[in-house]
């Protein structure tokens, strides 16, 4: 007769004390949403987003995307007449840390700060301050939800078209190889042209 241990099995581990539930997740989303509608009827007309800049995913794989950034550059705001403490009260996100690497991006985000401003309706804090047509301007503007200025993606997908004669005929991959050789010996052929100049002028004299 084979021998077998006795079952014994160990199940009293009050495991449903130590499992993490979600039960309150739909309370927590209504929560959420009606903060939202709150906070946007407090600061109403304003617009419930800041301004944000327009900048280029990184990497060359989504470098062609455009979307929206943190804040605009200290270079940015000073070529549309704004300091970073004054824009900051008027809605413009400020991003000290980014920097301009291309005249491109400057110039963008440069004209989505001047159509902002165009825009913009300040009330002055102090009610005397104030005049008739700031407040009417401020009684009929209406709240913007999102970005106050949309971000364009600047894509422009080409129409179908037939395949010319010269791109049939072209290889892609052995064009591309050649170029990559070219660029790594590139140092090594303008060594090599170099020696043989040296030796040519060191056999005439």
């Not at 549309?80 to 985000?109: C, F, M, P, Q």
């Not at 303008?190 to 056999?203: G, S, Y």
């Amino acid at each position: 007769m084979q021998n077998k241990q006795l079952p014994n099995v160990h199940l009293r581990k009050e495991w449903d004390l130590r499992v993490r539930t979600w039960f309150n997740q739909p309370g927590r989303k209504l929560r959420r949403r009606r903060a939202r509608i709150a906070k946007a009827a407090k600061i109403a007309p304003r617009p419930i987003e800041a301004l944000r800049p327009a900048v280029r995913c990184p990497t060359v794989k989504y470098n062609r995307k455009v979307r929206v950034g943190r804040g605009f550059t200290l270079e940015e705001l000073k070529a549309a007449g704004l300091s970073a403490k004054h824009a900051a009260t008027v809605g413009i996100a400020v991003d000290y840390r980014r920097r301009n690497r291309s005249e491109e991006s400057l110039v963008r985000n440069v004209e989505r700060l001047k159509a902002y401003q165009a825009k913009l309706i300040v009330l002055p804090v102090s009610a005397k301050k104030r005049t008739a047509a700031d407040v009417e301007a401020y009684k009929n503007a209406t709240q913007v939800s999102g970005q106050p200025i949309a971000v364009s993606a600047e894509v422009e997908s080409e129409a179908p078209r037939a395949v010319t004669a010269e791109e049939k005929k072209s290889k892609a991959y052995i064009t591309l190889r050649k170029a990559r050789g070219d660029l790594r010996s590139a140092g090594y052929i303008e060594k090599r042209k170099l020696t043989l100049k040296l030796e040519k002028e060191n056999a005439k004299k």
